[in-house]
C-alpha cells in the first residue's frame, strides 16, 4: 500500500506526529512519503492507494496566513502555505484519505483542523476513512504524554 502524507507543522508537533503515524504503517508493510503541503506537487498523487493529511489546529481550524503570523511571533517557523491551500488547489482525485491535527485541549472550544480537513476533502471523489486530534501540552508542544505512541498506533490501524 502506497500511502503519502501532506502537512503542515509551525512548531514541529504534527510534522513529529506525522513521523509517529509513517512508524505505524511501516510496521504494517506501507511504502510511506512525507511532504509538507507546501513542497507537494499534483505528481506526488500518481499511484497513492491512501492519503494522509495533517496540521496544526489553529482558530477552532486549519491555518491560514493570519494565523501562521501569529505562530511566527511566538517564535514558530511556519511555512508561507499550508493544508488549506494545498487542499483548496489539488486536482480532483479519487480515493481513500484520513485526516489528522494536532490540537492543545480536547474541549468543543478547541475545535479541529482534522474536522476541517474532512470537509475540504468531502468536495473530492474521496472516501474518508479516519479522523484523529493529537493532544500537545502548549501551543508550541510537547506532544502530550502517550500521544505520540497513539499516533504511531493510529497508523498501524489505517493498514487494513
Ligand atoms: C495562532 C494560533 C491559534 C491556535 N488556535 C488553537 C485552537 O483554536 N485550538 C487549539 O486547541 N489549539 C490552538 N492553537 C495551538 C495549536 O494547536 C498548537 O500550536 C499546534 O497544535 C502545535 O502544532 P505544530 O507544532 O505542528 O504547529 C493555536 C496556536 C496558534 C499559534
Redesign the pocket.
Known amino acids: 500500500m502506497n500511502v503519502l502524507i501532506v502537512t ?10 506525522a513521523d509517529a503515524v509513517v512508524g505505524g504503517l511501516t510496521s504494517r508493510g506501507a511504502v510511506v512519503t512525507v511532504t509538507a503541503a507546501s513542497d507537494a506537487t499534483p505528481e506526488m498523487m500518481n499511484g497513492v492507494d491512501l492519503l494522509l493529511v495533517g ?7 486549519l ?1 491560514g496566513p ?3 503570523r ?2 511566527a511571533a ?1 517564535g ?1 517557523r ?1 511555512d508561507v502555505t499550508g493544508v488549506a491551500e494545498w487542499l483548496d488547489g489539488m486536482d480532483e482525485w479519487r480515493g481513500r484519505a484520513a485526516a489528522f ?5 480536547t ?1 468543543f ?5 482534522a474536522r476541517k480537513i474532512v470537509k475540504k476533502l468531502q468536495r473530492y471523489t474521496i472516501d474518508v476513512v479516519g479522523t484523529e486530534n ?1 493532544l ?1 501540552g ?4 510537547p506532544p502530550a504524554d502517550g500521544e505520540l505512541e497513539r499516533a504511531e498506533k493510529w497508523g498501524a490501524s489505517l493498514v487494513g
Not at 503542515?8 to 506526529?17: K, M, Q, Y
Request: glycine share 14%; net charge positive.
Open positions: 503542515e507543522s509551525c512548531f514541529g508537533n504534527t510534522r513529529r506526529f496540521a496544526p489546529t489553529h482558530n477552532r481550524g491555518p493570519a494565523s501562521r501569529t505562530a511566538q514558530a511556519p491535527c494536532s490540537v492543545s485541549g474541549g472550544i478547541n475545535g479541529s483542523a493529537f500537545v502548549a501551543a508550541e508542544g
